[in-house]
């Protein structure tokens, strides 16, 4: 296994590249973003129990359970995120068939095959330093901040979480190069 910065290891071989890229580890923030997870649970488990135990006005209970609507959707996509950083990675696999990417938790998650003929404007993207953008996509809270992107029939396919500008740019290479390579 080579490896691209701290966080890209790849293997190559003749009939296929695989290229896996793990989420930033920073104990800190993770357990900072762990303790904040375990507080809301607390008070989703705390409003939940006020409504079975106590004795609620009809608006009281409206707003309840308004509250855990929105505390359900915080809930998914915090936990989401969480486990990203601690369990997930993604893994990507060119070869003779095509360009394979898949978001794995665990070892769970779906492959998805894109096929080099179709693949169009295969490009990467860094956000400038103290922009909006930047601070939001550095967010532990944020799963999202893909830097690649490519056109596949039309729509935008977006991979490689949270990297910087080196790391980029040597996938970049690696990942053109192995495509001008297997599309053959």
């Not at 989401?80 to 394979?100: M, N, P, Q």
């Not at 080099?116 to 939001?136: L, Y």
């Amino acid at each position: 296994m080579k490896t691209i910065g701290d966080r890209i290891s790849f293997e190559d071989s003749k009939a296929k590249t695989t290229v896996v890229i793990v989420p930033e580890k920073n104990l800190f923030v993770n357990a900072l973003m762990g303790a904040w997870l375990g507080m809301w649970y607390c008070i989703g488990g705390t409003v939940i129990w006020s409504l079975i135990q106590l004795s609620l006005t009809e608006q009281e209970r409206i707003i309840l359970y308004i509250f855990l609507i929105f505390w359900v959707y915080y809930a998914f996509r915090i936990s989401k995120a969480y486990l990203w950083l601690i369990f997930g990675k993604e893994l990507l696999k060119l070869d003779r068939d095509g360009f394979h990417i898949k978001n794995s938790f665990f070892s769970y998650g779906k492959l998805r095959t894109y096929y080099f003929s179709n693949i169009k404007d295969f490009q990467f993207d860094i956000p400038e330093n103290r922009t909006i953008r930047a601070v939001w996509e550095s967010s532990p809270w944020v799963s999202g901040g893909e830097r690649f992107e490519f056109e596949y029939f039309g729509k935008h396919k977006k991979f490689g979480r949270k990297l910087n500008l080196k790391e980029s740019k040597l996938l970049f290479d690696l990942i053109k190069a192995k495509i001008k390579t297997y599309s053959k």
